[in-house]
């Protein structure tokens, strides 16, 4: 069964770059026809997607945070990580990594972890 | 501002029907298929419905998806305590290139 799980620092100083890693147990990353991706929710708040990945390194980025996201994937280690820079305390979110059945179905999802902006 | 507009709240009583509406452009559900997510209180979202109508393997035949063109809903028939949760609507947006979500839509079941 496949699993995701999202690691990472809970708290991340303002202007500084948040990073966190997913790791994908039960299945490779990659496997045909599914991207990786983050999405984030706010505190109260709704979903946002983020950005999702190809396992050969094809990427979609949300336009509202591009010139900050980078994700990456790393597949000797079936992982993929998301980099956000110059964080301010609008970041501070829930942020979930996700398997897609193509680009834009969210199929499998992490648990979720909460990272806040703080200093 | 979402992309997607959903009605922020939603009711109803045990074993009603409920139905949450998604609207959008001719540039998302116009043009490509809309899914569901459901998230129950403190738990990752799951997929509920996908490609407009598609339920996933464990996806009970009381919820289902339709579209017509630049909108979609989600019905919820045989209303349960346990269908209390926020769902979301979401799509690609072939002008944005991204995958857009809608607001959320909180159910309350009375």
């Known amino acids: 069964q496949l699993q995701l799980q999202e690691s990472g620092p809970g708290l991340v100083k303002p202007s500084e770059t948040l990073s966190l890693t997913c790791t994908v147990s039960?299945?490779?990353?990659?496997?045909?026809?599914?991207?990786w991706g983050w999405v984030r929710q706010p505190p109260g708040k709704g979903l946002e997607w983020i950005g999702n990945?190809?396992?050969?390194?094809?990427?979609y980025y949300t336009p509202s945070l591009k010139s900050r996201v980078t994700i990456s994937v790393d597949t000797s280690k079936n992982q993929f990580s998301l980099r956000l820079t110059s964080v301010t305390a609008s970041d501070t979110s829930v942020y979930y990594c996700?398997?897609?059945?193509?680009?834009?179905?969210?199929?499998?999802w992490g648990q979720g972890t909460l990272v806040t902006v703080s200093s | 501002q979402s992309v997607l507009t959903q009605p922020p709240s939603a009711s109803g009583t045990p074993g009603q029907t409920v139905t949450i509406s998604c609207s959008g452009s001719s540039s998302n559900i116009g043009s490509d298929p809309v899914n569901w997510y459901q998230q129950l209180p403190g738990t990752a979202p799951r997929l509920l419905i996908l490609?407009?109508?598609q339920r996933p393997s464990g996806v009970p035949d009381r919820f289902s998806g339709s579209k017509s063109g630049t909108s979609a809903s989600l019905a919820i028939s045989g209303l349960q305590s346990e269908d209390e949760a926020d769902y979301y609507c979401a799509a690609w947006d072939d002008s944005l290139n991204a995958v857009v979500f809608g607001g959320g839509t909180k159910l309350t079941v009375l």
């Open positions: 990945i190809y396992y050969s390194g094809s990427a």
């Open positions: 490609t407009n109508s």
């Open positions: 039960g299945g490779s990353i990659r496997s045909t026809g599914h991207y």
């Open positions: 996700a398997r897609l059945t193509g680009v834009s179905t969210f199929e499998s």
